[in-house]
Structures are given as C-alpha cells and as structure tokens.
C-alpha cells in the first residue's frame, strides 16, 4: 500500500502547496503565522 502511495506521488509529481519561507531566525514569525486564517499549504523554515 505504501509503494503505490509513494510510486503515484512520484509519477504524478504531487508537491505540498508551499504557502510561505522562513529563516531560522525568523521561527517565532512561523510559529505565529500559523493562526493565521489565511494560511494555505505549508509554511518552511529554511535551516541553512
């Protein structure tokens, strides 16, 4: 069951939506967006 899943993902290129980026530094900034009500996809936080 997992292949399948993993094999449809990679044919069909499913990508989270990416909503927004941030530095490390900026992980507070993350952390308080997420209440946001306008909040879609996943948020990154940038460790290099």
């Known amino acids: 069951m997992h292949e399948a899943m993993v094999q449809t993902i ?5 990508r989270p939506p990416i909503d927004r980026r941030f530095r490390l530094e900026d ?20 460790l290099a």
Do not use: C, E, W
């Open 10 to 14: 990679n044919t069909h290129k499913i």
């Open 27 to 46: 992980a507070k900034d993350a952390y308080r967006s997420q209440a946001s009500p306008d909040l879609f996809g996943k948020m990154v936080i940038d």
